[in-house]
């Protein structure tokens, strides 16, 4: 970790061990955050953001990461706000590769109207590269994720190549703004009332420890 953020990445909090975060018991929530945020910062790195694991929060997460120095939330919603004075920096599972990889995600699939089997490679990018021009001409906010352990195989790298591309092509277009997390957090924050504090939450379930 150290050496990534010396490269200039930045480093959110994501669990401990990866945790389902919204089935942690109070008291269990602070050990957590208390033990990645001492563990983290032993090595020079200190947290600024947070994505649950499965997408959620509990009552208590918003105040804690406040009380820690963190600025902004990653969660499963719909769209960008600011909550409790928190900047939600949300994703939406159909962007994510695991929705399309993994046999895990059988419920998000159901739910959201796809086959219970995993899906190919070929439907992710398509749907990936459709999304890029539907943001653009909608002018939201949209965050893609490729997951080390599922990007394997010549296929999957090449997928995940041509939308990087894409993106970078309409960065150079002046459509589209590249940032990372933290940055696109600050610019949200700047802007609450534009955005307000409604960020469309989604409950969605599948993984429960």
Partial sequence: MHEVAQRGHEIAFHAFQHEVWSTLSPSDEIS????????????????????PPGGMITPQTLQLMKDNGMTYLSPAAKRAAVVDGVAMVPF??????AYFYMHETKPLRLGLGDPAESLSEEVMEERFLKRVDEVIEEGGY??????PFLTVGERRLEVMRRVVEKVKQKEK???????RAGEA?????ERKEVFGSDPGWDDAKWKMK
Wanted: aromatic content about 16%; overall charge positive.
């Fill in 32 to 51: 957590n955050l208390t033990r990645s945020i001492a563990a983290a910062k032993s090595i020079g790195v200190a947290y600024k953001g947070f994505r």
């Fill in 92 to 97: 939406q599972w159909e962007s994510i590769d």
């Fill in 142 to 147: 949209l965050a893609f994720l490729f997951h």
């Fill in 173 to 179: 277009e002046g459509k589209v703004w590249i940032a």
């Fill in 185 to 189: 957090a600050e610019w949200i924050g």
